[in-house]
Structure formats: C-alpha cells, structure tokens
C-alpha cells in the first residue's frame, strides 16, 4: 500500500538526485559553482512525532536560504512519515531506525566526511537531555553547533567539523547517498 509520505519522498529523492548530478565534477557537464562554493551538504532523517527535530530543520533552512544555498544542500525526508525513502538512505548510511530522528552532514568540499549528529526526539529542541526540562539548555546542542560553524564560513570555505558530537561514518558520502539509495516503488494509490 503506498502512503502519500512515500510519494513525496520519492519525488524528493529524485529532485534531490538530478539536482546532485547536474552539479557534477568540477570539469564535468552542469558544474553548479553555487552548490560546490557552499560550504555544508546536510541530510535530514526524521520520523513525524519529532517536532523538535522539524524545528531544527526549519532554523536549517533559514540560514541556507539567506546564504542562497541550492536545494541539494539542504534536505529532509521523513516529516510526513517514515517512507520507504527513509528506510533506503538510512540503510545505504549503515543506519537503522533507532538512529532517527538525525542529521547527516559533511562539507561540501569533503562529503565522504560525513557525520552523524543525534536530533531531539520529542517536541522540545533539546530534546529529552535538557538537563533543566524547560527547554532553556545550559549548552550548545550538536545540531546548533553545526550551524554556527556553517553560519560563520564562507563560500568556498571548508566546513570544520572536528570536536563536533556527532559519531562519523565511515565510507558514508553524503552526495552520494542519493545515488546509493535505490530508488523506493511508489504504487498508485
């Protein structure tokens, strides 16, 4: 049976993937400069219950956006559902379901250095670990620290993830999981 969650995932895998393709090696046919001068390739892996882990995603895209950064630097699967899309990039991550909800990230010019950061799992951005319960964190989770380093570097600059809590994948590109993850069948409903 297919849900509407599959589909759009799906039609966002494919997006995600052309848009990755026609970026291309430097020399390559449909070199994008944009997408090579950002500095953070970031993957979204989410599941519907986790509200904080939307949020997140959403400051994400605000500070992609202002930077103009392409689609294919920013993308979230799972909002609606976990899609058989999910299912295919976590397992071609070497992920499983209780990874989720997570942030996959690498820098652009480096995406075999990809890193997993862990995101808040229920309705606050801090999820269950904030130590004070009132979402008024006396620290810098992972995920904000992630993006103040990619708010302060510069188009063209490599991201630095080093001392970043995150665990690294080993062998996970970032730019290719597209490419590894086969692609879902998505039913007509």
Known sequence: MSHHFDEHDHDKLLRWRNELSAS???????????????PAAALFLVK????GAHDVFRKYRTVF???AAPFASL??????????TVRALLDAAGLTES???????????????SIIVTLPSGASLEGDD???????????APWQ???????????????R?????????????ITRLAAAAPAPTVSPA
Do not use: W
């Open 24 to 38: 291309g090696p430097e020399s390559g046919p449909g070199y994008n400069a944009a997408a090579a001068a950002f």
């Open 48 to 51: 519907p219950s986790a509200t």
């Open 65 to 67: 956006e202002e930077r």
């Open 75 to 84: 993308v979230v699967f799972g909002m609606h559902g976990v899609s058989s």
């Open 99 to 113: 990874d989720l909800p997570a942030l996959l990230i690498a820098p652009t010019a480096e995406p075999e250095h």
């Open 130 to 140: 904030d130590p004070n319960g009132d979402g008024a964190c006396d620290y810098l």
């Open 145 to 159: 620290d992630v993006l103040d380093r990619i708010r302060i570097t510069r188009d063209g600059r490599p991201l």
């Open 161 to 173: 993830l080093m001392g970043v809590q995150g665990r690294k994948l080993p062998g996970v590109n």
